[in-house]
Nanobody, 126 residues
């Protein structure tokens, strides 16, 4: 069974930074995507960023986080990171990582994903 475990959430002031980590148990998909998503109460899950592995590696970001957030991976540690800089109160959410058996530019879409972590809370104070 694939398992994902997020960590790194917390409370920061506006303009601050957080680095989220997602440790993923071993899997054997030829193509796959690993993404970060966020959700606030009463709203659906929103795609933030993803790495797609499908004949090459591509990186994708939601417009709202471009130039502020960076996704990266350390394959030796089975870990994907989300570096979040210049945080704003609107970034406050529970952040989830997900694993999809498919690659491609739609990796930012939550419906692509089969496996999810438990989430980590990120809160940005004014």
């Amino acid at each position: 069974e694939v398992q994902l475990v997020e960590s790194g959430g917390g409370l920061v002031q506006t303009g601050g930074s957080l680095r989220l980590s997602c440790v993923i148990s071993r899997f054997t998909f030829d193509d796959y995507s690993i993404g970060w998503f966020r959700q606030v109460p009463g709203s659906g899950r929103e795609g933030v960023s993803c790495i797609s592995e499908s004949g090459g590696t591509t990186y994708h970001y939601a417009d709202s986080v471009k130039d502020r957030f960076t996704i990266s991976s350390d394959n030796a540690k089975n870990t994907v990171y989300l570096q979040m800089n210049d945080l704003k109160p609107g970034d406050t959410a529970v952040y989830y990582c997900g694993l999809s058996r498919f690659g491609g530019p739609k990796c930012i879409m939550p419906y692509m994903y089969d496996y999810w972590g438990q989430g980590t809370q990120g809160t940005v104070s004014p």
